[in-house]
DNA sequence: TCTTGACTTAAAGTCCACTTTAACATATAT
DNA sequence: ATATATGTTAAAGTGGACTTTAAGTCAAGA
């Protein structure tokens, strides 16, 4: 059982954040002694999910809207299941894009290595496709997180 | 050679979205025929870095920075070189994160794909340790992006 | 010629996710 | 007893990343 102070510090966030996050809806059921929240192991379960919506970006109000469906019961089991798998299949599609990131800056890594060694740039811009591990050439389009 | 219509669709962004980035210094030194933007080979290299760039959540701020270091020359190519390096250890970081969160939307998955079945949720909850994938159990301390 | 569409700039507006402030209550330590 | 720390709420403020608006230029097609 912990006091607002303890999870913010746990969770690296700030208390103004937690209260934010329960006048939002999204940290719903917070139980008070003394007029004061007190955290429970539950609170503690849902603040781990919560962290993974966070993560990928899910705005407050889709979050809202899956713990709003969550509340109704049985009846929208189905409509969670997809609203889940939706999400799933985004952070994969996201972890994908990472992987191409990660690409570049491995490659960005081999040419500043590559500049310094030489002493400057102009090295290793005439070495022509020289790129040990870049062979991505089209730009990815964007796709807006709102979308999904 | 493209115009900004052009570019903008390509990219899956606004034409506004590019002049503000134009202006804010992140996509520098675009040609101009009679006054209007002319994008070439070299501004879609940059594009491409820089779509990597935001993609990791980079600051606008951040970015410029790394530009002006690159308009100095060969005198900062360690310090673009360390900067390179600390954002490719943060999209790694990044995408472990990713990795747990996936799991957690996968243990959702399994859940709801049980409960489906059963026909109600109190079915799943009372399987105790009943996950097939899920085995954290902490909270990961969120870093916040501007710390890099 | 005139309208349509694509371009330009500068400035103001919007949205989201917090963060800060102010005013107050309660609890613990010296 | 009194200072310090932690808690509370409601409301206003902030920062970042665009987005929208307004006013204008220019080129091609009917």
Redesign the interface.
Known sequence: MYKIKEVAK????STATLRYYEQEGILPNIKRVNGIRVFNDED?KW???L??MK??NMPIKKIKEYIDLAMM??ST??E??HL??E??EF??A??A??????K???Y??WY??T??KA???AAVKNMPKSSPTLE????????KRKDL
Do not use: H, S
């Open positions: 746990m969770l690296g966030v503690f603040l781990r999910v962290n993974c993560k990928i019961g049985d089991l189905k969670r299941y889940i798998l999400q799933k952070i994969k996201e972890i894009k990472l992987n191409n990131c990660l570049e800056f491995e960005k890594e500043y290595k500049a310094i002493g400057t740039e991505i050439d089209e730009i990815p389009v964007k796709i």
